[in-house]
């Protein structure tokens, strides 16, 4: 099993910088895909960003984002710049491996106009 903590939201104004960790624990394996989700209510999640272990990126909006993992501390990174209102909204991590996919708790992030 693993396990996966979020950290690094809050709220901030529009225009500001937030940064988000994620790391994980437990029985990770090495060819894992990781990256970032955010959801509002009332709406599907929607795909951030996300990383393999060898470091492919793909991106929803690559703009202000900046996504990244040191696989020696099994942590996962989001930085968010040049923040919205609309960028508001319960972001996750997640990690993918042969076994399935495993979701953090979230961590809030809300931008004010």
């Known amino acids: 099993q693993v396990q996966l903590v979020e950290s690094g939201g809050g709220l901030v104004q529009a225009g500001g910088s937030l940064r988000l960790s994620c790391a994980a624990s437990g029985d990770i394996f090495s060819n894992t895909v990781m990256g970032w989700y955010r959801q509002t209510p009332g709406k599907q999640r929607e795909l951030v960003a996300t990383?393999?272990?060898?470091?492919t990126i793909n991106y929803a909006d690559s703009s202000r984002l900046t996504i990244s993992r040191d696989n020696a501390k099994s942590t996962l990174y989001l930085q968010m710049n040049a923040l919205k209102p609309e960028d508001t909204a319960v972001y996750y991590c997640?990690?993918?491996?042969?076994?399935?996919?495993?979701w953090g708790q979230g961590t809030q992030v809300t931008v004010s106009s």
């Open positions: 990383i393999t272990n060898g470091g």
């Open positions: 997640f990690l993918q491996d042969r076994r399935g996919t495993y």
